[in-house]
């Protein structure tokens, strides 16, 4: 019996991470906040600044993905500048906006 279940628990994780993988949204990187992120944040520590964009088409791993509620709170430390870019044509932009060389990429 207990063979079973393990092997049940096995297959229910595998098809979690399926769906999980299936999801074209990707959650707000903020603890316990469950909204749907709308914006890439990446930091620049040589320069001291934080860069705002819109959401990036794959996930970078050096960057932040938050929901608009967050987007728009966003500070940074003193002696910091946030940049935020805003695209023409809003979060439904087809192009893929890199989020670590901050171009577009047809």
């Not at 938050?66 to 500048?81: D, F, M, N, V």
């Not at 940049?83 to 670590?100: F, I, K, L, N």
């Amino acid at each position: 019996m207990r063979g079973a279940q393990i092997g049940a628990c096995r297959q229910s994780r595998r098809a979690a991470r399926r769906r999980l993988g299936a999801m074209s949204a990707r959650p707000c990187s903020k603890v316990a906040c469950g909204r749907d992120a709308v914006a890439t944040l990446t930091y620049d520590y040589a320069d001291a600044m934080a860069v705002l964009g819109p959401l990036a088409i794959r996930r970078e791993p050096h960057s932040y993905d938050l929901c608009e509620r967050h987007a728009e709170r966003l500070s940074a430390p003193q002696g910091w500048q946030i940049v935020r870019h805003v695209m023409p044509g809003g979060a439904d932009q087809a192009d893929e906006y890199s989020a670590t060389t901050g171009e577009l990429q047809s």
